[in-house]
T-cell receptor, first 114, second 115 residues
Framework: DQQVKQNSPSLSVQEGRISILNCDYT??????FLWYKKYPAEGPTFLIS?????DKNEDGRFTVFLNKSAKHLSLHIVPSQPGDSAVYFC?????????????FGGGTRLMVKP | NAGVMQNPRHLVRRRGQEARLRCSPM?????VYWYRQLPEEGLKFMVY????????ESGMPKERFSAEFPKEGPSILRIQQVVRGDSAAYFC?????????????FGPGTRLLVL
């Protein structure tokens, strides 16, 4: 039972354009959502997060949107840069989790072409 | 301000041997999480520890796997009698607390290869 899904395994975008990465979840108890970026042979790097009391959070070129009714979140990167090429994971945690463990999606590989 | 540290970065073991993976959390962080990533998959939660306590081990296999976070020293994930299916990347993450902001910061991972 995959509670967090990233349905697009890969995405290719031209440099300077917008990258939109999507994530869907099924567990209505999730109240905190995060996006991580991962390069090969490295650990995930935290990018941006959003609490369920908000519907948008922005940090520089990165904006995360949360649609609770649709159980959907998205990460927008604008403008996209070649250095953004990596695998992006969305993750979620629930207030009911004793330890706030993160449930991850399967990842989306973003390729930004120069 | 050092981040989460893991060692070794790469570990090769033969079937039946033991693997020990170490994790030092970020300074000021007292909560440690271990995740496993199989090839072409997302990360899967294994265990959550605080100093000297296992809080949640619901994601960890009941046999052959154990974890500890002693009062002094790094957290250890131990895999006994490794099998080929244990080959994966093991990531450790830490956070300053379990409440409030729950961002976890990850180490570089240990890539375990079982021959």
């Amino acid at each position: 039972d995959q509670q967090v899904k990233q349905n697009s395994p890969s995405l290719s975008v031209q440099e300077g354009r917008i990258s939109i990465l999507n994530c869907d979840y099924t567990n209505s108890m999730f109240d905190y959502f995060l996006w991580y970026k991962k390069y090969p042979a490295e650990g995930p790097t935290f990018l941006i997060s959003i609490s369920s009391i908000k519907d948008k959070n922005e940090d520089g070129r990165f904006t995360v949107f949360l649609n609770k009714s649709a159980k959907h979140l998205s990460l927008h990167i604008v403008p996209s840069q070649p250095g953004d090429s990596a695998v992006y994971f969305c993750a979620a945690s629930a207030i009911s989790n004793a330890g706030n463990m993160l449930t991850f999606g399967g990842g989306t590989r973003l390729m930004v072409k120069p | 301000n050092a981040g989460v540290m893991q060692n070794p970065r790469h570990l090769v073991r033969r079937r039946g041997q033991e693997a020990r993976l170490r994790c030092s959390p970020m300074k000021g962080h007292s909560h440690v999480y271990w995740y496993r990533q199989l090839p072409e998959e997302g990360l899967k939660f294994m265990v959550y520890l605080q100093k000297e306590n296992i809080i949640d081990e619901s994601g960890m296999p009941k046999e052959r796997f154990s974890a500890e976070f002693p009062k002094e020293g790094p957290s250890i994930l131990r895999i006994q009698q490794v099998v080929r299916g244990d080959s994966a990347a093991y990531f450790c993450a830490s956070s300053p607390s379990a409440g409030g902001k729950k961002t976890q910061y990850f180490g570089p991972g240990t890539r375990l290869l079982v021959l």
